[in-house]
Protein backbone atom coordinates (compact mmCIF):
# COMPACT_ATOMS: atom_id res chain seq x y z
CA UNK A 1 0.00 0.00 0.00
CA UNK A 2 1.46 3.52 -1.16
CA UNK A 3 1.87 5.88 1.63
CA UNK A 4 3.05 9.58 1.38
CA UNK A 5 3.18 11.78 4.37
CA UNK A 6 3.86 15.38 4.21
CA UNK A 7 5.71 17.91 6.30
CA UNK A 8 6.53 21.46 6.30
CA UNK A 9 4.02 23.25 7.04
CA UNK A 10 3.21 25.97 9.14
CA UNK A 11 2.40 30.04 9.85
CA UNK A 12 4.91 32.56 8.30
CA UNK A 13 4.70 36.15 7.42
CA UNK A 14 4.40 37.75 4.26
CA UNK A 15 7.68 36.99 2.16
CA UNK A 16 8.55 34.38 4.40
CA UNK A 17 9.72 31.08 3.05
CA UNK A 18 9.24 26.85 3.81
CA UNK A 19 9.69 24.01 2.58
CA UNK A 20 7.74 21.04 2.51
CA UNK A 21 8.56 17.48 2.20
CA UNK A 22 6.92 14.29 0.90
CA UNK A 23 8.35 10.70 2.01
CA UNK A 24 6.87 7.76 -0.23
CA UNK A 25 6.76 4.29 0.50
CA UNK A 26 5.30 1.27 -0.52
CA UNK A 27 6.09 2.32 -4.35
CA UNK A 28 9.36 2.57 -5.99
CA UNK A 29 9.41 5.87 -6.15
CA UNK A 30 11.84 6.42 -8.63
CA UNK A 31 9.77 5.49 -11.44
CA UNK A 32 6.51 7.85 -10.33
CA UNK A 33 6.35 11.43 -11.18
CA UNK A 34 4.73 13.27 -8.25
CA UNK A 35 3.08 17.06 -7.50
CA UNK A 36 2.12 19.46 -5.08
CA UNK A 37 -1.68 20.50 -4.92
CA UNK A 38 -3.72 22.80 -2.40
CA UNK A 39 -6.75 23.81 -1.76
CA UNK A 40 -7.62 26.87 0.18
CA UNK A 41 -11.34 27.49 1.95
CA UNK A 42 -14.01 27.40 -0.42
CA UNK A 43 -12.10 26.79 -3.31
CA UNK A 44 -10.96 23.64 -5.46
CA UNK A 45 -8.12 21.51 -5.11
CA UNK A 46 -5.89 22.83 -7.83
CA UNK A 47 -1.96 21.63 -9.30
CA UNK A 48 0.84 23.45 -7.64
CA UNK A 49 3.98 21.84 -9.11
CA UNK A 50 4.99 18.97 -10.19
CA UNK A 51 8.21 16.69 -11.50
CA UNK A 52 8.38 14.03 -13.73
CA UNK A 53 10.36 10.41 -12.55
CA UNK A 54 13.37 11.28 -13.32
CA UNK A 55 13.57 14.81 -12.29
CA UNK A 56 14.27 16.45 -15.52
CA UNK A 57 10.67 17.79 -16.41
CA UNK A 58 9.07 20.18 -13.82
CA UNK A 59 5.27 22.13 -13.67
CA UNK A 60 4.43 24.79 -11.92
CA UNK A 61 0.96 27.16 -12.12
CA UNK A 62 1.39 30.22 -13.29
CA UNK A 63 0.59 31.95 -9.57
CA UNK A 64 3.94 30.35 -8.10
CA UNK A 65 6.41 30.55 -11.23
CA UNK A 66 9.69 32.08 -9.97
CA UNK A 67 8.74 31.72 -6.01
CA UNK A 68 8.59 28.15 -5.93
CA UNK A 69 10.71 24.78 -7.02
CA UNK A 70 9.84 21.37 -7.03
CA UNK A 71 12.58 18.79 -6.39
CA UNK A 72 12.83 14.85 -5.81
CA UNK A 73 15.34 12.74 -3.78
CA UNK A 74 15.07 9.56 -5.54
CA UNK A 75 17.25 7.92 -3.02
CA UNK A 76 15.45 9.19 0.01
CA UNK A 77 11.69 8.40 -1.74
CA UNK A 78 11.10 12.12 -1.18
CA UNK A 79 9.68 15.48 -3.20
CA UNK A 80 10.42 18.35 -1.85
CA UNK A 81 8.32 21.53 -2.13
CA UNK A 82 10.55 25.05 -1.61
CA UNK A 83 8.42 27.82 -1.39
CA UNK A 84 9.94 31.57 -0.85
CA UNK A 85 8.17 34.71 -1.11
CA UNK A 86 5.20 34.07 0.12
CA UNK A 87 1.90 35.46 -0.24
CA UNK A 88 -1.61 35.52 1.68
CA UNK A 89 -2.81 34.15 -0.99
CA UNK A 90 -0.83 30.87 -1.01
CA UNK A 91 -2.85 29.78 1.87
CA UNK A 92 -4.34 26.69 2.00
CA UNK A 93 -3.66 22.82 2.66
CA UNK A 94 -1.08 21.24 0.69
CA UNK A 95 -0.98 17.69 -0.52
CA UNK A 96 1.66 15.86 -1.97
CA UNK A 97 0.44 13.00 -4.83
CA UNK A 98 1.89 10.16 -6.91
CA UNK A 99 0.93 9.64 -10.64
CA UNK A 100 -0.39 6.31 -11.61
CA UNK A 101 1.53 5.63 -14.62
CA UNK A 102 5.35 4.86 -14.15
CA UNK A 103 8.04 6.86 -16.34
CA UNK A 104 5.01 9.06 -17.87
CA UNK A 105 6.72 11.26 -20.58
CA UNK A 106 5.15 14.37 -19.32
CA UNK A 107 4.22 16.18 -15.75
CA UNK A 108 0.38 16.02 -15.76
CA UNK A 109 -1.96 18.51 -13.93
CA UNK A 110 -4.65 15.92 -14.44
CA UNK A 111 -6.10 15.55 -10.65
CA UNK A 112 -7.44 11.90 -11.80
CA UNK A 113 -3.84 10.98 -13.12
CA UNK A 114 -2.72 10.29 -9.42
CA UNK A 115 -3.83 7.90 -7.50
CA UNK A 116 -2.11 8.42 -3.96
CA UNK A 117 -2.11 11.08 -1.59
CA UNK A 118 -0.52 12.51 1.60
CA UNK A 119 -2.77 13.76 4.21
CA UNK A 120 -1.96 17.78 3.75
CA UNK A 121 -0.18 20.01 5.68
CA UNK A 122 -1.75 23.28 6.41
CA UNK A 123 0.29 26.35 5.33
CA UNK A 124 -0.88 29.77 6.33
CA UNK A 125 1.06 32.95 5.56
CA UNK A 126 0.01 35.98 7.42
CA UNK A 127 -0.24 39.25 5.80
Known amino acids: QVQLVESGGGLVQAGGSLRLSCVVS????????MAWFRQAPGKERDIVAG????????YYADSVKGRFTISRDNAKNTVYLQMNSLKPEDTAVYYC????????????????????WGQGTQVTVSS
Open 97 to 116: AADRTPRRLVVTATQSEYDA
Open 26 to 33: GRTFSNYA
Open 51 to 58: ISWAGGRT
